[in-house]
């Protein structure tokens, strides 16, 4: 079974794909739009993809291959994050005048930054940044990433534990093929749902209102730009229920009376326990 995921070894996304598929031969990918495309076109089984962060909010990019693609999310996992400092073999904490790494771990750890008055540099993955600094061996430059990265890239921790949030999370999805019963992961209690509203007075309170009157509990709601198209937005919401039940009730063309359009996009099992590192 092939997984792919976005960024190198030692990222976190990795260290989720590994967890929740042990057996599996990870496939590196250098964007999230390239490891969901080689599962759409079935050159890997499976894709683990970052959907939010519990201090830095949405992982934007994710939730719009989802409203744009035509894969389907069969598990969410919660991973714990641990960000720290890393610097090359000579550097200490107060020869760091810059560090490089993903933006939403640059913003976990944005008071640190601020109080040691470091400067930021975003890269494309936290592991690729600790791969930047350990190639320009440069003691003025550091790196937010993994402690395993610091081990797989001659880097040493200067500082562990910087995220504000010492409760960091991520939430990891796991994307397949629509059916692809072999890669589905886990026992499911949650649907994740996706739609637009018609252009009228009160639609999209009359679509949640469907949904209540249903008896589904929706744990997330929040509204996405459409892009390329202005002024326009879809919605993703998380709805309390098996999935089998939504599917076999009157839920989605009820709501489709308010609504352009609607899609079950997968389900998960919201008591998933933390995944460490």
Request: include cysteine; proline fraction near 2%.
């Amino acid at each position: 079974m092939k997984v792919a995921y976005s960024g190198i070894e030692g990222s976190f996304a990795s260290i989720a794909a590994e967890k929740i598929f042990p057996d599996a031969q990870m496939i590196t990918c250098k964007s999230f739009k390239e490891a969901y495309d080689k599962v759409a076109d079935g050159e890997c089984e499976a894709a683990v993809l970052p959907m939010e962060n519990s201090y830095a909010g949405e992982v934007g990019q994710v939730t719009d291959l989802m409203y744009e693609g035509e894969l389907c999310v069969n598990g969410v996992f919660p991973l714990k994050v641990t960000q720290n400092l890393l610097g090359t073999k000579e550097s200490t904490i107060g020869d760091i005048k810059k560090v490089v790494s993903h933006p939403q771990a640059l913003e976990q750890c944005m008071e640190y930054l601020d109080e040691h008055d470091i400067q930021m540099e975003q890269a494309t993955n936290t592991a690729r940044a600790a791969l930047l600094v350990s190639e320009m061996n440069d003691k003025s430059v550091g790196a937010i990433a993994s402690k395993k990265t610091a081990q797989l890239y001659g880097l040493r921790v200067l500082e562990a534990d910087i995220n504000k949030d010492k409760m960091n999370t991520t939430r990891f999805a796991v994307f397949t093929r629509p059916f692809d019963t072999k890669t589905v992961v886990g026992k499911f209690d949650t649907c994740i749902m996706l739609f637009t509203v018609r252009h009228e007075a009160g639609a999209l309170a009359k679509a949640i209102g469907v949904i209540g009157d249903h008896g589904y509990n929706m744990r997330v709601i929040r509204s996405r730009r459409i892009k390329g198209v202005r002024w326009q937005y879809y919605f993703y919401t998380e709805i309390e229920g098996r999935l089998n039940a939504i599917e076999n009730s009157n839920l989605t063309e009820d709501m489709k009376r308010y609504c352009e359009s609607v899609r079950i996009l997968g389900s998960y099992y919201a008591g998933e326990d933390t995944i460490e590192e």
